[in-house]
């Protein structure tokens, strides 16, 4: 979608000056991972507006591939607006009837997936329609020889209003190979953000990750003891998108066969270069100072933070 931040101080109802940018849980992860040097494509669909020729033009250039997006001439490209604060940032959202709203099951026939690695899905994605939902189910219904299904919960409330968003999840998030959740919302939507108690009742994903925002993130996978991570300490700018930045950190590593600790810290340091920012999408830790962190002993890890200026250990 295109994204909307104020670009003046004061509340929101008073700035009259806006930024765009680019925003959207899929769009932010192929972003990530682009900047993290692994190939990423961006499949969705935008109107054939000024809005939809930026998107794909802002995301390309990111270095992501954007050549099997839909250009809708019926359907006007998604709007957010974020009001944005350290706090916390409320967002507003326009995509009734947008171009990505009308996706379905059509738009696999064009794709050739044959190669992919990993295949990364949202809960918001099937939440906008239910063509959209058909959509994510088939994706996740398809054979797979080599290819994983990533599936982050990404629970927005307001989009599964009169729908009973706790069966449709459940049965989405068994069906993948890799799930992240929130603690926070895996509570409202699986009555509990325990992992253990979420392994249980999720025994089908190889691969569950259950994020404890500040505190850190819990990895549970095969018949392997549950590795917990702290977060690292970030003097926070905004926090919208760093669930988003968090998977593609840990599905780069995923991807480059790391240990469970590395994987969840690669999450939190690209979490942390987006908290750093009032974007969706942060830039990158310096190389270095993300190979130094990945090394760090347990204190050494303790005792950085992310600050104005820059990386400062206690």
């Not at 931040?5 to 930024?19: D, F, K, L, M």
Request: glycine residues 10%.
């Amino acid at each position: 979608m295109a994204l909307f931040v104020p670009g003046e101080a004061g509340p929101p109802h008073r700035v009259r000056t806006w930024q765009r940018t680019v925003g959207g849980a899929e769009s932010n992860v192929a972003c990530h991972l682009a900047a993290l040097g692994l190939r990423s494509r961006w499949v969705s669909a935008v109107g054939e507006d000024p809005f939809g020729r930026a998107l794909l033009d802002e995301i390309g250039a990111a270095g992501v591939d954007v050549s099997d997006a839909v250009v809708d001439p019926a359907r006007p490209t998604g709007l957010y607006v974020k009001e944005s604060g350290s706090g916390g940032s409320p967002v507003r959202y326009y995509r009734t009837g947008s171009a990505a709203s009308a996706m379905g099951p059509d738009l696999l026939r064009r794709l050739d997936l044959g190669a992919v690695d990993v295949i990364h899905l949202s809960g918001i994605t099937s939440a906008l329609s239910a063509s959209c939902a058909e959509l994510v189910r088939e994706v996740l219904a398809r054979p797979r020889t080599g290819t994983r299904v990533s599936f982050d919960l990404n629970f927005r409330p307001v989009l599964w209003t009169g729908r009973d968003h706790a069966a449709e999840l459940t049965a989405l998030a068994r069906q993948a190979d890799i799930v992240l959740a929130g603690d926070d919302e895996a509570e409202i939507v699986w009555g509990t953000g325990d992992p253990g108690v979420l392994r249980k009742r999720l025994p089908e994903p190889e691969t569950l990750v259950i994020k404890h925002g500040a505190r850190g993130a819990t990895l549970l996978e095969g018949d392997r003891e549950p590795v917990f991570a702290p977060a690292l300490k970030v003097d926070v700018v905004e926090p919208v998108g760093a669930g988003d930045a968090f998977a593609a950190g840990f599905l780069a590593a995923t991807l480059r066969g790391e240990d469970p600790l590395t994987r969840l810290r690669s999450g939190h340091l690209q979490a942390a270069s987006t908290l750093r920012t009032h974007d969706d999408v942060g830039p990158p830790l310096p190389p270095d100072v993300i190979a130094g962190l990945l090394a760090a002993d347990e204190a050494a890890w303790a005792a950085t933070r992310l600050t104005d200026e820059g990386v400062v250990r206690a």
